[in-house]
């Protein structure tokens, strides 16, 4: 996936630095918060969330759970498709599972949601994420 040029080598695309901060040398690789909201700078253009403003990031809020069904609500953006996956285990890296059907298109109104089955024995509390996907066409 070509996202265009990246002349300062931070993994962040230069049209998007541009877009968001207005040079290329506000926002940075590595352990940069420009905005100090806890996701790094290159992390905000994944989720196409305001690195410049404190209040802006992906998160799931609330969670509704339910008998038979959670229900999940995040901030979405018209430029991302959205992925929902679940574990039991949050600190092991490879035990996230897709639970909301593949990717989701994205909402005409945020936040969006997402309902999730849970299968009888499934534990009541399961650590949920929501992964943003930044689509081929970008």
């Not at 806890?38 to 905000?44: Q, T």
């Not at 574990?87 to 997402?114: E, F, K, M, R």
């Amino acid at each position: 996936l070509d996202v265009g040029p990246d002349s300062d080598a931070d993994g962040i695309p230069d049209a998007w630095e541009y877009q968001q901060a207005g040079d290329l040398d506000t926002l940075t690789d590595g352990g940069h918060d420009e905005d100090g909201d806890g996701v790094l700078d290159v992390y905000e253009y994944p989720a196409d969330t305001d690195p410049l403003d404190e209040g802006e990031w992906l998160h799931i809020d609330p969670v509704e759970f339910g008998i038979g069904t959670n229900t999940l609500w995040w901030n979405c953006r018209p430029t991302r498709l959205y992925r929902v996956e679940a574990t039991n285990d949050a600190t092991a890296t490879n035990a996230w599972l897709d639970v909301g059907g593949g990717l989701l298109g994205p909402s005409l109104a945020s936040p969006a949601q997402a309902f999730v089955p849970v299968p009888a024995g499934t534990p009541v509390f399961q650590y949920y994420r929501v992964r943003a996907i930044v689509p081929l066409g970008e």
